[in-house]
Protein backbone atom coordinates (compact mmCIF):
# COMPACT_ATOMS: atom_id res chain seq x y z
CA UNK A 1 0.00 0.00 0.00
CA UNK A 2 1.52 3.25 -1.18
CA UNK A 3 2.05 6.03 0.95
CA UNK A 4 -0.62 8.37 0.43
CA UNK A 5 -3.51 5.80 0.71
CA UNK A 6 -5.66 6.66 3.53
CA UNK A 7 -6.92 3.60 5.22
CA UNK A 8 -10.18 3.86 7.52
CA UNK A 9 -11.18 1.96 10.88
CA UNK A 10 -14.22 0.52 12.11
CA UNK A 11 -15.18 -1.59 14.92
CA UNK A 12 -17.58 -4.32 15.28
CA UNK A 13 -18.84 -6.66 17.73
CA UNK A 14 -20.91 -9.64 16.70
CA UNK A 15 -20.49 -12.38 19.10
CA UNK A 16 -16.92 -13.89 19.66
CA UNK A 17 -14.07 -12.34 18.27
CA UNK A 18 -12.30 -14.86 16.88
CA UNK A 19 -15.63 -15.88 14.30
CA UNK A 20 -15.76 -11.75 13.45
CA UNK A 21 -11.66 -12.23 12.66
CA UNK A 22 -11.69 -14.96 11.26
CA UNK A 23 -14.57 -13.78 8.51
CA UNK A 24 -12.96 -10.23 7.61
CA UNK A 25 -9.35 -11.17 7.14
CA UNK A 26 -10.74 -13.14 4.32
CA UNK A 27 -11.61 -9.97 2.57
CA UNK A 28 -9.81 -7.91 -0.19
CA UNK A 29 -9.46 -4.19 0.89
CA UNK A 30 -9.08 -4.99 4.97
CA UNK A 31 -5.65 -4.45 5.58
CA UNK A 32 -5.90 -5.90 9.06
CA UNK A 33 -7.92 -7.07 11.57
CA UNK A 34 -7.42 -6.95 15.18
CA UNK A 35 -9.35 -8.47 18.23
CA UNK A 36 -10.21 -6.64 21.22
CA UNK A 37 -12.63 -5.03 23.60
CA UNK A 38 -14.79 -1.68 23.45
CA UNK A 39 -17.88 -0.22 25.08
CA UNK A 40 -17.14 -0.75 28.79
CA UNK A 41 -16.15 0.38 32.02
CA UNK A 42 -13.19 -1.42 33.23
CA UNK A 43 -9.95 0.96 32.43
CA UNK A 44 -8.03 -2.73 32.34
CA UNK A 45 -9.92 -5.51 30.59
CA UNK A 46 -8.67 -8.62 30.36
CA UNK A 47 -10.28 -12.04 28.90
CA UNK A 48 -10.77 -12.95 31.88
CA UNK A 49 -13.03 -10.38 33.35
CA UNK A 50 -15.05 -9.81 30.18
CA UNK A 51 -15.52 -13.60 30.13
CA UNK A 52 -16.96 -13.02 33.57
CA UNK A 53 -19.34 -10.02 32.56
CA UNK A 54 -17.83 -7.42 34.59
CA UNK A 55 -16.66 -5.00 32.33
CA UNK A 56 -19.31 -3.99 30.46
CA UNK A 57 -17.21 -4.60 27.30
CA UNK A 58 -18.37 -5.91 24.00
CA UNK A 59 -15.76 -8.88 22.28
CA UNK A 60 -14.45 -6.85 19.48
CA UNK A 61 -12.24 -7.00 15.83
CA UNK A 62 -11.26 -3.30 15.17
CA UNK A 63 -11.29 -3.80 11.07
CA UNK A 64 -8.39 -1.71 9.05
CA UNK A 65 -9.66 -0.96 5.45
CA UNK A 66 -8.82 0.86 2.48
CA UNK A 67 -12.08 2.33 1.06
CA UNK A 68 -10.85 2.51 -2.73
CA UNK A 69 -10.89 -1.36 -2.62
CA UNK A 70 -13.54 -2.05 -0.14
CA UNK A 71 -16.69 0.09 0.78
CA UNK A 72 -17.63 0.22 4.07
CA UNK A 73 -21.07 -0.39 3.37
CA UNK A 74 -19.48 -3.87 1.90
CA UNK A 75 -18.12 -4.52 5.56
CA UNK A 76 -21.64 -3.63 7.11
CA UNK A 77 -23.09 -6.25 4.72
CA UNK A 78 -20.48 -9.04 5.67
CA UNK A 79 -21.17 -7.87 9.76
CA UNK A 80 -24.70 -8.50 8.43
CA UNK A 81 -24.42 -11.87 6.93
CA UNK A 82 -22.08 -13.46 9.58
CA UNK A 83 -23.90 -13.30 12.69
CA UNK A 84 -27.61 -12.57 13.97
CA UNK A 85 -28.17 -8.96 14.64
CA UNK A 86 -31.34 -9.99 16.18
CA UNK A 87 -31.04 -11.54 19.41
CA UNK A 88 -29.70 -9.38 22.56
CA UNK A 89 -26.35 -10.28 24.31
CA UNK A 90 -26.19 -13.26 22.58
CA UNK A 91 -24.23 -15.55 19.51
CA UNK A 92 -25.67 -19.04 19.64
CA UNK A 93 -24.70 -20.65 22.90
CA UNK A 94 -22.20 -17.47 23.85
CA UNK A 95 -24.31 -15.52 26.43
CA UNK A 96 -23.87 -11.86 27.72
CA UNK A 97 -23.55 -8.87 26.93
CA UNK A 98 -19.84 -9.30 25.73
CA UNK A 99 -21.39 -10.99 23.49
CA UNK A 100 -23.81 -8.13 21.95
CA UNK A 101 -24.12 -7.06 18.23
CA UNK A 102 -22.49 -3.61 17.66
CA UNK A 103 -21.24 -1.21 15.44
CA UNK A 104 -18.58 1.51 17.35
CA UNK A 105 -18.48 4.19 14.17
CA UNK A 106 -15.54 6.45 14.38
CA UNK A 107 -17.03 9.37 12.13
CA UNK A 108 -20.28 10.67 11.27
CA UNK A 109 -20.50 9.03 8.04
CA UNK A 110 -19.86 5.72 9.39
CA UNK A 111 -23.05 6.45 11.87
CA UNK A 112 -25.41 7.43 9.00
CA UNK A 113 -24.43 4.38 6.95
CA UNK A 114 -24.89 2.19 9.74
CA UNK A 115 -28.32 3.36 10.26
CA UNK A 116 -29.46 3.70 6.92
CA UNK A 117 -28.49 0.03 6.56
CA UNK A 118 -30.13 -1.17 9.50
CA UNK A 119 -33.35 0.67 8.71
CA UNK A 120 -33.03 -1.22 5.24
CA UNK A 121 -32.76 -4.72 6.91
CA UNK A 122 -35.36 -3.45 9.32
CA UNK A 123 -37.53 -2.62 6.30
CA UNK A 124 -36.85 -5.69 4.38
CA UNK A 125 -37.95 -7.80 7.19
CA UNK A 126 -34.91 -10.33 6.17
CA UNK A 127 -34.74 -12.20 9.85
CA UNK A 128 -38.38 -12.05 11.01
CA UNK A 129 -37.52 -9.50 14.07
CA UNK A 130 -36.01 -7.00 14.31
CA UNK A 131 -32.18 -6.06 14.37
CA UNK A 132 -31.03 -4.95 18.07
CA UNK A 133 -27.32 -4.26 16.58
CA UNK A 134 -26.59 -1.16 18.93
CA UNK A 135 -24.92 1.94 17.02
CA UNK A 136 -22.23 3.89 19.01
CA UNK A 137 -19.44 6.04 18.91
CA UNK A 138 -16.40 3.96 19.17
CA UNK A 139 -14.30 4.71 23.06
CA UNK A 140 -11.03 2.71 23.72
CA UNK A 141 -9.77 -0.31 21.69
CA UNK A 142 -8.63 -2.86 24.38
CA UNK A 143 -5.94 -4.64 22.45
CA UNK A 144 -6.85 -8.46 23.23
CA UNK A 145 -4.33 -11.05 24.21
CA UNK A 146 -1.96 -12.38 21.89
CA UNK A 147 -3.29 -15.85 21.91
CA UNK A 148 -6.43 -14.31 20.54
CA UNK A 149 -4.69 -12.92 17.87
CA UNK A 150 -5.25 -15.18 14.57
CA UNK A 151 -6.64 -17.76 16.73
CA UNK A 152 -8.96 -19.70 14.05
CA UNK A 153 -5.76 -20.04 11.71
CA UNK A 154 -3.61 -21.11 14.67
CA UNK A 155 -6.32 -23.63 16.00
CA UNK A 156 -8.46 -24.75 13.08
CA UNK A 157 -8.50 -28.16 14.84
CA UNK A 158 -9.76 -26.41 18.31
CA UNK A 159 -13.80 -27.53 19.00
CA UNK A 160 -15.15 -24.25 19.08
CA UNK A 161 -13.23 -23.58 15.98
CA UNK A 162 -14.49 -26.38 13.92
CA UNK A 163 -18.50 -25.86 15.27
CA UNK A 164 -18.49 -22.36 15.24
CA UNK A 165 -16.19 -20.33 13.52
CA UNK A 166 -15.16 -22.45 10.38
CA UNK A 167 -18.89 -22.20 9.27
CA UNK A 168 -19.01 -18.35 9.74
CA UNK A 169 -15.46 -18.46 8.00
CA UNK A 170 -17.18 -20.44 5.08
CA UNK A 171 -20.03 -18.96 4.50
CA UNK A 172 -18.15 -15.70 4.04
CA UNK A 173 -16.40 -17.14 1.60
CA UNK A 174 -19.45 -18.26 -0.26
CA UNK A 175 -21.03 -15.34 -0.03
CA UNK A 176 -18.35 -12.72 -0.93
CA UNK A 177 -16.53 -14.43 -3.44
CA UNK A 178 -15.78 -11.56 -5.63
CA UNK A 179 -14.65 -10.22 -2.55
CA UNK A 180 -12.16 -12.55 -1.35
CA UNK A 181 -8.03 -11.91 -1.12
CA UNK A 182 -6.22 -13.43 -3.53
CA UNK A 183 -2.75 -14.91 -2.03
Not at 109 to 137: F, K, S
Request: charged share 20%; proline share 4%; glycine share 8%.
Amino acid sequence: MSATTKTQKITLAGGCFWCTEAAFEQLDGVVSVLPGYMGGHDPHPTYESICRGDTGHAEVVQIEFDPAKIYFETLLTAFFTIHDPTTLNRQGHDAGTQYRSAIFFHDAVQQAAAQAMIARLNGEGIWGALIVTEITPATTFFVAEDYHHQYFRRNPEQGYCMAVVAPKARKLRQLFAERLKTV
